[in-house]
Each structure stands twice: as C-alpha cells, then as structure tokens.
C-alpha cells in the first residue's frame, strides 16, 4: 500500500492505523531507515567506572552487537562479534587495556585492530584486515554519543551527513529568538524536512518569546 502525505501541514492527515499494525511495515522501517540512520548510544558518563562497554544496537529490533571504548579520550565503536569463530568478544563493562575474545584467545587493541591469536604464529598470510573487528562510524555532540551501522551493503562511511548540530544549540543560546524554522535530516535512504520552530513552539512555547 503507498501511503500518500501532503507536504502541507495544514493538509495532511495522519497515517492510517494500517501502518502501525502490520508488521511489513515495522520490518521494512527496521531494514531501511533505522540501520543507516543516526541513533544515540548514551553519553559519555558511561565511561567513568570502565573503558570498554559492550551493548545491543536497537534491541529488540536490529540487535546488532556493538563495543564502544574509550582510550585518552578517544572514542571508537565496533562490532563485538570476534572474527574468529563469531563469538561475542566482550560481555560486560571493564576497564582493560585489550579485548580478549572468550571462546579462543583472539586478543584486539581498543581500536578493534587485531593483535594476537593464540597457535596462529606460523600461519601464513595473516593476519589481514579481515581479522580486525569492524568499526563503526561515531559522533560525539555535546556529552552524546551517536552512531551509524553501515553494515548494510550500499551504506558508506562519506554519506554519513546526517543533522544540523551546530543549529539546535543556536536555538537556545541565551534565549535568543527562533530564527530559522526548518532543518534537513540527511540519511542515505530517506530526507526528512523537519518543522523545528512549530515542534518547539507545541513543546517548549516559552522558547520562542
């Protein structure tokens, strides 16, 4: 079923019922919006008892495997998936100077980069870039951090423009006035024009005063 909407506001009617109950729907939303769009991790307050911090990607829904780590204030995420035999690397929050998989050894700098494995010393032709855990690419805004799955075939790392940050925090510097009463969300699969100025008018409607 094709859902039209007018881009008018004043026009449009909400979705029908349909698209919030049918499954179809909620699946293709999941393969085709959420795993190439931003999506929040946390902040970085995770970080004050541990280094390294394993999670789940859109529980419930992708369930993606993801380590997050911090080393000298330098954040990266990546796969949590060993590229050995495919087990989970980390299981639990730590502080550690490496990642050590579980189930064999397979031992990665906190870049993901590979670094050892136990009775592969003579081995030939390896270690190669295969061997490393694949990385995800991150953003840090203010004290968030946010991340793009580009495990999907197609999605690339130069299409990750994504919002607007430095206008949100514009809004709301010493309470100047709303001036600008849209934005572009980017992602490689779809491109929302997004009404900030009305939004935080119905939210917040001291803001614009």
Known sequence: MLFNINSEISKANTLPSEFYLDHKYFDFCLKNIFPESWQL?????IFQKSNIHPFIFLP???????????????????????????????????RRNKLRCMYHG???NLDGSFVSMPGFEDAQNFPTETDNLQKVPIINWK????????????CKDD????????VIPNFFKNGASLMISSF???????????RILTALNFVYPSISK
Request: include cysteine; hydrophobic fraction near 40%.
């Open 41 to 45: 991790i946390g902040d970085r307050n």
């Open 60 to 94: 419930g829904s992708v369930n993606e495997p993801l380590i997050i780590t911090n080393k000298n204030n330098e954040t990266k995420c990546f796969s949590n998936v060993c590229t050995h035999r495919a087990h989970l690397v980390v299981d639990s929050s730590c």
């Open 106 to 108: 397979r031992t990665f």
């Open 143 to 154: 004290n968030f951090i946010l991340m793009l799955d580009v495990s999907k075939p197609g």
């Open 159 to 166: 299409q990750r423009l994504t919002i607007f940050f430095v």
């Open 184 to 194: 572009l969300f980017y992602s490689p699969c779809f491109v929302l024009n997004c």
